[in-house]
């Protein structure tokens, strides 16, 4: 019995649980929905000028009046684009809004965090521009000017800033292995871009260690920033959609520390064959190889986790592009162990294989499990559903038919033209009429996975667009056997 | 032009601005002191952060910790994700 002093008994313990949640999921919004919203900009803006730079591949002759557009400039720009654009800015809102939720805190910083990414999208925007007017810097994956350090630098240090404040707020006693990876991302990411931009403009790293400084670079945004955000992601949405923990986190744990130890020392395998120390160019085989052991690792950890819910992916948006994506980071860095021995790299190295394989990673895994968690996301950020399931449905396989006739394409062809130019009888000229039908393949594909985003910013225009007034009650969807908009409404 | 040995930079590197950088091999000797600094910063941040983790026991309740991002309102055995529109 309450004593008379006490007029309001404190929630129930439940309430106040969900109440946090709804908090939470709110404090993310602003922010998050920046994030997304630009990122989905890049999205589009990324795909246009893939079309372009791989129309021009096999047919010179388009749009070869307009100079800002010739391939040496478009296909950076795409790459400027998508990285910097689509893959980061999906990254920090997934990491943020992950992050809230592990941390079980609001997210700080509300006027401050929103307007990174205002930042974040003028510095992007500047970085393409820079690029189609010219000013290209002709560094692989680090085509924007290094003015571009300054800002990144700055927003960078904001979202690490938020992350600290969240994680010494915490509540909960573990850290979910989750959290390892984002803090691993949030930690290496500003790192590696300033000490690379100092490295690549200025005296530090000249002649061929500039290649060196470059590929280490380049692969480490892969495996210190794309990689464990999507990892961080798909341990996070598996057990939390299907509503099962990780099977074995002793694994998830194992998995963790060996990608820190191993994955950084792989740069190196960009340049085989190259004017570079035999031993440093080893090292980045040995730990190419060793990814092995984190690779594996996950895999199993992911594939234990699923066995007997696969029926799920026939219901869940989610699970399926994160699922797709678990499987491709298992395939991608398979063939990314083998691509790095010598005797297959020989081959392959120069080749379209190379493309192939770089789209299986950073599209097959990281963009589609991006686009997994914006479908999980969105809806609690903005109290709206998705406004229809056909158009998700374009969106799934579209892009993954897309993504798959794109790979077998260019993985044939590569492999096929590695050969041919390792035989010094067959003239180079037929060696590029030979690819021709295959980069043709390349643009269907393209056109496809185009057709899949464009789906996609349908959706998440219509799901802005629901945006209500703030709705007291679960952030949830309907609970299973009701309708959806059934728990959402009417407050609780 | 004279590009034989006596002309060319110290250390062999060619940037332009690089006649512009006195006592050049100085800046070399910082740039690599700063690079292994900075490589031994990160590994040993990456070693504290493995032996704060052992520390604070993350590494014995391993089923607590797996089952930390449930709780009443998403409970474990709950789906929480669907096709929107459907049932599952």
Redesign the interface.
Known sequence: MASTAETIPPPA??ER??LT?IQIDRSCRQTVVWYYASAVFWLLTGSALALIASIKMHTPEFLADWEWLTFGRARPAHLAAMIYGWGSMAGVGTLLWLQA??TRTRLPFPTLLPATAVIWNLTVAFGVAAILAGYSTSIEWIEIPPATAVLFGFCIAVILAASIRMFRQRE??????SQ?YLFGAI??FP?LYV?AQIFLHT??A??AVKAAANWWFAHNVLGLWFTPIGLATVY?LI????????H???L??LGF?TL??FYNWAGTHHLIGGPLPAWLITVGIVGSVMMFVPVVTVAVNHHLTMVGHFH?LK?????RFVVYGAMCYTAVSFQGSLQSLRSVNEISHFTHYTIAHAHLGVYAFFTMVMFGAI??VAPRLLNA?????GW?RVHFWSTAAGMAVYWLGLTWAGWEQGRMMNDPRVPFLDIVKFTVPWLWSRSAAGVLMTIGHLSFAWLFWNILRQRGAYLPG?T??AR?????GAAAGGGE | MNHGPKSAPRGGVSHPGASCIIAKGNFVAAFYIALWGLAALLGATAIGALVWAIRRGEFEQLREASMSIFDDEEPAGEVTDRFPGKRI
């Open positions: 313990p439940e649980e969900r949640r939720r592990l909960s006693k573990h850290t979910y292995v390892w930690f290496w790192l000490s005296p530090a000249a002649g996070y057990p939390k959609v299907i509503g099962r923990p990780v074995s986190y002793h998830s744990l520390w820190a130890i799920y219901h869940s948006p989610t699970l479908y999980y559903e998705w406004h229809s399931a998700i679960p949830l969807l299973k056997g009701e309708p959806a």
